[in-house]
């Protein structure tokens, strides 16, 4: 089969691997219909984190069973399947309380971009369709995958309510399907902070009330301006530098909260300072599990389509310009048809 | 008046100083029925922060109304009130959300080892009772002014609720009062680590159902032990110091919340282990305010009895012997009597 494989920072290509196989029982093996490059496999290509050996790339996808083990209930072979980039069992003490990103058996996927995939955990990490879905909605499902679960999962680890305020610090593909969960979730002002002009036409598509484009000083100060002088109730930080969590932090109100989930990179938070400032954080890969019934549903049924992050699609074999085009940010997020 | 002075670490004295005038149209002046010694006043006591210029000290108080400014309406003279150590104008836009602690018109209290004091914000900081209650509910409504008031938050801020498994990492006035507060808000399992008897017997009579004497790596342990294995849903942390922290954030399971009410002291917080542990996290001064009308219900029916954290009462003549014996463990708190 064709994968995708990573030699250096830069250094993108897709070559002949063997198809994966079966290694426990608790195995599927999916045929992806779709898969695509993520913010953070921008880390590694932007030699911001060390790459090590050459190895394959990935982690979010959609397909076609092809094969489970012995011990895969759930899903069958031919069934159209959403996961998510953390598997679980579902049933370990974590998984039990809605955490099954911190499955006790977690196993990080990171094979994706390829033609096949071997899926851990699949019982509890598979979730089928009732049927196979049409091909205009394959690109909201793959995002569910990750990005809309994740954008989710900032909304409520920000504790979004009906009538909240909330900012969205970051305008990639989870920092837009924040602003779609934010409104989901009931905030009456969303406010993207956005310098580019297609993502801040996509946020206000997607539900936001007002762009932000300053940074620093000047974006909490206008921030500030827009939510009656204290900070908004929830914050949604999607970036994962010391600057947007900085921003991030000081754009909530005393007693809102900030929910991160951008893998923090060389972030550290002072504790005197957090403490002042009163303001609840959570972060965390997103737990997609507990979200993709609900979530496949919102999409299925039209209510949000947050497949419009993908304005690039590529054929597998040409990943490494879709590495290209979001290092040089000319596409918010590349799909990859194998 | 007689008033406690501090000079320099370790020197504590009670000085003769002019009565406090009312300096602002609302402003109150108190005579105080009760004060005491607050652990965050060992911090400069041990000279671990400055001390300045010779200056008061004190933020606790209960008292009765001598006199009130022109524009203090609610409180009146020779009512018996209770306040916060963080005044509050209770009308701001933090106040209206409940964060009185972060009030926009906030001034700490510092004057309050004395015999009267100065309330500034008077109308929204003081609450008063129906009667003056009597002596023996005293050390109660004391302590509903700062310890009990802050453990009330801790354990609201780690989100106890009916059936919470919780941990209340520091065994001071306010680690016993985070128990009570954590029975009261129905949490199911109280784990106090503590290696003090006499600290270990007031957490079990205040409703602790585990007692843990070991620390770092093997506190964490014993915690994961009684907590199957993951970690607890919340955890208080009422210490503030970087060991506290990081045995109450490896306390907590993915997906729990810590509460953290000692102010940090050379703490800080590496982003991406906050991150992968999915712990909540929200700390800072208690917005005292907010809890003071139930607390001191709670107090008046009996339901709680937090005055028990006073195992030493002096005269305010021997504030110093206060300080001594709070600073060398013989006493959890000391109740001043001006």
Request: hydrophobic fraction near 40%; charge should be negative; charged fraction near 20%.
């Amino acid at each position: 089969m064709r994968a995708t494989v990573i030699h250096a920072p830069g250094d993108i290509r897709v070559e002949d691997a063997p198809e994966p196989k079966i290694l426990k029982p608790t195995d599927a093996i999916i045929r992806t219909v779709a898969t695509c490059v993520c913010g953070s496999d921008l880390w590694p290509y932007r030699g911001l984190e060390p790459v090590g050996d050459p190895h394959p790339m990935g982690h979010e996808y959609v397909g076609i069973v092809e094969e489970v083990g012995s011990e895969v209930a759930g899903v069958k072979p031919g069934q159209f399947v959403v996961g998510s980039f953390a598997t679980s069992d579902n049933t370990c003490a974590n998984c039990q309380k809605g955490w099954q990103s911190s499955c006790l058996n977690r196993e990080f996927m990171g094979t994706c971009q390829a033609e096949y995939v071997r899926i851990p955990n699949a019982h509890g990490t598979l979730v089928a369709t009732d049927e196979h879905p049409s091909g205009d909605l394959v690109p909201s499902l793959l995002a569910v995958s990750d990005v809309m679960g994740t954008g989710w999962y900032a909304a409520l680890a920000a504790e979004v309510r009906p009538g909240s305020t909330a900012v969205v610090v970051g305008d990639g593909a989870v920092g837009l399907c924040g602003v779609i969960a934010a409104k989901e979730l009931g905030a009456e002002q969303i406010i993207a902070m956005s310098r580019h002009e297609s993502r801040q036409k996509l946020a206000l598509e997607f539900g936001a009330t007002d762009i932000v484009s300053e940074r620093g000083a000047d974006g909490i100060a206008r921030i500030k301006d827009l939510t009656g002088g204290i900070g908004a109730d929830s914050v949604l930080e999607c970036v994962g530098t010391p600057e947007s969590m900085r921003q991030a932090l000081h754009s909530a109100r005393p007693g809102g909260n900030v929910g991160f989930v951008g893998v923090p990179h060389e972030v550290t938070l002072d504790g005197q300072e957090l403490f002042f400032s009163q303001v609840g954080l959570r972060g965390g890969p997103a737990p997609v599990r507990r979200y993709l019934p609900d979530l496949i549903d919102r999409v299925l049924s039209g209510r949000i389509n947050p497949g419009k992050v993908f304005d690039l699609t590529l054929p597998l074999e040409q990943v490494a310009e879709g590495y290209k085009a979001m290092d040089e940010r000319r596409a918010i997020k590349a799909l990859l048809k194998p």
